[in-house]
């Protein structure tokens, strides 16, 4: 039987010398022949079909560990199988591609906007549509403490608990709830078809012509009291939320604060 250098198996089958030694250290292509005193690897044409399979499964981004799932007793493998493993990989790999598009829009959008809002020195008013977010409770007087950080880090977790799309707006939401103050921290997440499991942890801010003002971080933070903690009147709806820029340094450079009279009150979950 003549045998095949790892050079020669190399050129015939496109694999890199690396990876057919990779193959042959964790088991999966053993060479059929090492010369001991040279240490070189030596190949027959039958591995050609194994070696194809491997290059399948590493095109369609299948674990090389799955390869035996689709090997029977012999040396026969169901490709269709594997092909159907591949579709389910790619489907996956789709939709993630889609969370970060959505992702990478918010964030566009947000440092476009915020150009504009960037040459106003007064109130204004910007019309928001509606706006889905994932809210937690939120205690402390002060929204950006350090506690805020851990307070959004938990939010993450709810949005991947949920299967959720989280978007780049985040801050702080305050309304009347039974005649006192009630604060909690948002992320905002993708519009989907949401499950019913989904909808019991997802709050809709109404759509409106909100009454802005933005602030530079620093700026918010020293007229903190003047700014934040002003009693929220009744039927109103304020928003404290991050603005991003595309000159980023800080975590937090623009805050924006958004207010709305509701119509209907707002139910904060």
């Not at 050129?11 to 022949?33: C, M």
């Not at 977790?157 to 039974?178: C, E, F, P, S």
């Not at 909690?184 to 019991?200: A, L």
């Not at 958004?258 to 979950?269: A, F, R, Y």
Request: charged content about 30%; some cysteine; glycine content about 4%.
């Amino acid at each position: 039987m003549k045998l095949i250098s790892i050079g020669e198996l190399s050129k015939i089958s496109g694999s890199t010398i690396r990876a057919l030694r990779y193959y042959d250290d964790k088991g999966f292509l053993k060479p059929e022949y090492i010369d001991h005193e040279t240490n070189y690897r030596y190949y027959s044409a039958d591995q050609l079909g194994k070696l194809t399979v491997l290059q399948m499964c590493s095109e369609f981004g299948i674990p090389l560990k799955k390869l035996e799932l689709f090997q029977d007793t012999g040396s026969n493998f169901d490709l269709s199988s594997m092909i159907s493993e591949g579709e389910e990989l790619l489907r996956n790999k789709l939709e993630e591609l889609k969370v970060l598009e959505a992702r990478m829009d918010s964030l566009k959008r947000s440092i476009s906007n915020l150009q504009e809002k960037k040459s106003i020195n007064s109130v204004y008013k910007n019309e928001y549509p509606e706006r889905i977010v994932i809210t937690i409770t939120y205690d402390y007087v002060d929204p950006y403490s350090h506690s805020f950080s851990k307070m959004i880090t938990d939010l993450y977790k709810k949005v991947r608990k949920y299967n959720l799309t989280a978007l780049y707006n985040q801050g702080v939401i305050k309304v009347k709830d039974d005649r006192k103050d009630k604060m909690v921290g948002f992320i905002e997440v993708k519009k989907m078809t949401f499950t019913k499991e989904q909808n019991k942890h997802l709050v809709k801010l109404p759509a409106g012509n909100y009454q802005c003002e933005l602030f530079e971080f620093e700026d918010f933070r020293s007229n903190f009291n003047l700014i934040w903690n002003q009693k929220v009147e009744e039927d109103e709806l304020v928003i404290c939320s991050d603005i991003f820029d595309s000159n980023f340094s800080k975590a937090v450079p623009y805050i924006e604060i958004q207010k709305l009279p509701l119509i209907e009150p707002l139910i904060i979950k």
